[in-house]
């Protein structure tokens, strides 16, 4: 999907947040915005069909979340529904957290595991990765039942492999690589 | 050589005048003459008439030329152009024949000329031939070497890439056990053992 649409409303939408200080606010507005539009499955359907009334989607939008987030954030998705770009909202979304992160100097990483990383491992990889990347760490974690053991850290185009699968293949890939120069 | 002779003798004209001299006056001899020795050997039973022998040669002596130019010379003349013509032809012979000597001293000499080319030849073409055999054997068994050591490289390698896949066929049975074993024994405490050694050693790219 061509991100320049939604970075653009994404960048719109930062730029009122970062004038009003209210970033983080404009943030969270979403999240719940998008969870709610997750949470219900006719809701979603209504909004994201386009053959369903650009006005009434507008006029639903404004009564369910109009007393509820900000109105910075309410203006912008009836203003993407009346220019069809329901689909955009998501990746809106995910580009508006980008821009913050980029502004507060934040990592976003994903550390996945096959159970639930330990609190105190999670401080421990946390300030590891902030001290050696010179940023404030936002970790998303997520669970993998395939996996043997260990985490996978991967952020922005970098995965920092320790699992159990991923040193067994780095030990394939070294004795197959001595097998070969012998 | 007719007219030579010809004019060597006395002329013919000569004979002939003679000739009719001797036939005229022999048989007015014959016939006016009475000789008594003549008349003597006829009473004796022996007639001799001297006008008519005389007369005979003159006869004879005007046949002479003519017998000679009319029969004589043109036989003498065949031949003369015969035995010319003979001769010639004889030269002829012995010119051909000479040329024939010569043409086969020249066969005879080119033939053993010929026959030295031709062994010199078939020397030359047997030398080449075992030179060229030579060649061929020595190109076939330096093909041989070739090919056997082409063999040899390739069954080397052909095992080389074998044992090469056994030992990564092996590697992957070892580790495919390996995988199955290790997630047969990891537990919690494993894993969080895991993660922290994990933690020490890692490098974050910034």
Redesign the interface.
């Given at each position: 999907m061509d991100q320049r649409v939604a970075g653009r409303y994404a960048q719109a939408l930062f730029n009122a947040a970062e004038k009003a200080g209210a970033i983080a606010k404009v943030e969270e507005d979403l999240r719940e915005v998008l969870a709610s539009i997750d949470a219900h499955q006719g809701f979603q359907a209504f909004l994201m069909s386009p053959v369903s009334d650009r006005r009434k989607k507008s006029e639903l939008l404004g009564e369910v979340f109009g007393a509820s987030v900000s109105p910075m954030v309410v203006q912008t998705l009836r203003l993407m529904i009346d220019r069809r770009r329901e689909a955009e909202i998501r990746p809106m979304f995910a580009q508006y957290q980008e821009l913050r992160r980029n502004h507060e100097n934040v990592l976003h990483v994903v550390v996945t595991?096959?159970?639930e990383?330990?609190g105190d491992?999670r401080s421990?990889?946390i300030d590891?990765?902030a001290a050696?990347?010179?940023k404030r760490i936002e970790a998303e974690y997520a669970l993998d039942p395939t996996m043997?053991?260990?985490?996978r850290?991967a952020y922005d185009n970098?995965v920092?492999d320790?699992t159990?699968?991923g040193r067994?293949a780095r030990?394939?890939d070294k004795?197959?690589s001595e097998?070969?120069s012998a | 050589m007719s007219n030579a002779k010809q004019s060597s003798g006395p002329p013919a004209i000569v004979g002939i005048v003679v000739g009719a001299v001797l036939m005229f006056g022999g048989f007015w001899f014959s016939k006016n003459v009475k000789l008594e020795f003549i008349s003597a050997l006829e009473k004796q039973g022996i007639p001799l008439d001297p006008g008519k022998t005389i007369s005979i040669i003159g006869v004879l002596l005007i046949l002479f030329p003519v017998i000679k130019f009319f029969f004589i010379a043109p036989l003498a003349e065949a031949i003369q152009n015969r035995t010319t013509e003979l001769e010639r032809t004889f030269g002829e012979a012995e010119n051909l024949r000479a040329e024939m000597t010569q043409m086969k001293q020249d066969y005879e000499r080119r033939l053993v000329q010929t026959e030295a080319d031709a062994r010199e030849q078939i020397q030359n073409q047997i030398k080449e031939a075992q030179s060229l055999r030579q060649q061929m054997m020595a190109d076939a068994a330096a093909k041989a070497e070739e090919l056997k050591a082409s063999t040899a490289r390739e069954i080397e390698t052909q095992k080389q890439q074998a044992i090469?896949e056994l030992?990564?066929y092996v590697?992957?049975l070892a580790?495919q056990a390996?995988?199955k074993l290790?997630?047969a024994n990891?537990d919690?405490e494993?894993?969080?053992k895991?993660?922290?050694?994990?933690?020490e050693t890692?490098?974050?790219?910034?």
């Open positions: 595991s096959r159970s990383v330990p491992i421990r990889l590891k990765l050696q990347t010179g043997i053991g260990g985490i850290v970098y920092l320790g159990v699968r067994l030990l394939r004795l197959k097998l070969q | 090469a030992r990564h590697v992957e580790l390996t995988e290790v997630e990891v919690d494993r894993n969080r895991l993660v922290a050694d994990f933690l890692v490098e974050a790219p910034r």
